[in-house]
């Protein structure tokens, strides 16, 4: 399911109950939600030795959930602590989230080692006060109920995640359930070499340009019911 467009909003399931902790559980529960594929949509050919991806989306209670298989022969990262420059340490998952027609819009970045950088942005045009993010620091939320779980594997790694709502909506949202609510969202990569300094990017969005900001060609989703 990766042929979708950015005005084609993707229904996403509400999942049952199950144990967050058993890897089993949660790979035989999102066997069949929604699948997204990592693609370098702003690229005539993808580069060479390109590895994909893939992440699988539903929701429960007030929280979005998700899956990441990463594809990758090189697991590396120099992250060591909470809301380090992830991007800039080695492999990445990124997430971009925010309610539709709301400014605000988080951006999520797990590492392999499980650490995450944590940011809330106001708007689209905040990353450009960043100074090439060495103003960062003004934007870092703290919010220990978003959930990011990390394995390795055979062939790469996972991420198993959980965001909040009030953490896409400037912590001001009492909601208790997604149930009709519509995110704007996309997930994107940092695929980087075995040298830690060379690396590829790549996105579930259909981007016209490498930038992971353009919230405009985000997809939407739809927290649907049975």
Request: some cysteine; aromatic content about 12%.
């Given at each position: ?14 999942l049952?109950?199950?144990?967050s ?6 790979e ?8 997204w ?21 539903g ?25 380090d ?11 971009f ?21 944590q ?108």
């Amino acid at each position: 399911m990766n042929a979708h467009t950015a005005n084609e909003p993707t229904a996403c399931p509400r999942l049952t109950d199950f144990d967050s902790s058993d890897w089993k559980q949660i790979e035989r529960l999102f066997g069949s939600v929604p699948l997204w594929k990592f693609s370098q949509a702003w690229r005539d050919k993808r580069e060479r030795g390109f590895r994909g991806g893939k992440v699988r989306i539903g929701w429960r209670g007030d929280r979005l959930l998700y899956l990441t298989d990463l594809t990758d022969r090189d697991v590396v990262t120099a992250a060591s602590k909470r809301n380090d420059r992830m991007w800039e340490l080695g492999d990445v998952l990124e997430i971009f989230a925010g309610e539709h027609e709301n400014p605000y819009y988080i951006e999520y970045q797990t590492a392999p080692n499980g650490l995450v950088l944590q940011i809330l942005w106001p708007d689209a045009s905040a990353l450009q006060r960043t100074d090439g993010g060495t103003k960062l620091k003004a934007f870092i939320l703290e919010d220990d109920a978003a959930v990011a779980r990390v394995r390795r594997t055979r062939n790469g790694w996972q991420v198993y995640g959980e965001i909040p709502a009030a953490s896409v909506q400037a912590r001001k949202s009492s909601r208790k359930t997604l149930k009709g609510t519509v995110w704007d969202l996309s997930f994107g990569r940092y695929d980087y070499a075995a040298d830690g300094k060379t690396f590829m990017l790549s996105s579930t969005s259909p981007l016209t340009k490498a930038s992971n900001h353009r919230r405009h060609e985000w997809q939407q989703v739809v927290f649907v019911a049975d």
